[in-house]
């Protein structure tokens, strides 16, 4: 089991005053099975993300069955690894796409969720 926790970012302002930026907008993203076929869109949404905010997050949500051949978790963990804006979830699944969703929107820092 695989979780990115979503930390708040801090910044040092002035001498002894620290400010907490959370981001603008979570967005959840389910990628149950999608594998390598995730880039594609993930690469539309930032750019479109990255072109009306300048504080962002996405949550990619990569839960799995046991015994299934699915190269979702992995691939989402490493595009979370590079990426400073993207954090994945990747749990063993204990439910269907609610509790997908739930598990992403448990992260979400961000003043709107979407």
């Keep these: 089991m695989e979780t990115n926790r979503v930390e708040d970012v801090k910044i040092q302002k002035g001498k002894n005053e620290e400010i907490i930026v959370r981001p603008e907008l979570s967005l959840v993203i389910l990628c149950y099975q999608t594998g390598n076929k995730i880039h594609r869109f993930l690469d539309s949404i930032i ?3 990255d072109s009306i905010l300048s504080n962002w997050e996405i949550i990619l949500v ?3 069955w046991p015994n299934t ?3 979702t978790p ?3 963990q490493e595009i979370a690894s590079k990426h400073p804006k993207i954090h994945a979830v990747t749990k063993l699944k204990q439910g ?3 509790w997908d969703a739930r598990s992403g929107l448990e992260l ?3 003043n709107v969720i979407g």
């Design 96 to 98: 269907w796409m609610g």
């Design 108 to 110: 979400c820092q961000g």
């Design 62 to 64: 990569g839960n799995y």
């Design 74 to 76: 992995s691939v989402i």
């Design 69 to 71: 051949v699915d190269n």
């Design 47 to 49: 750019i479109t993300l």
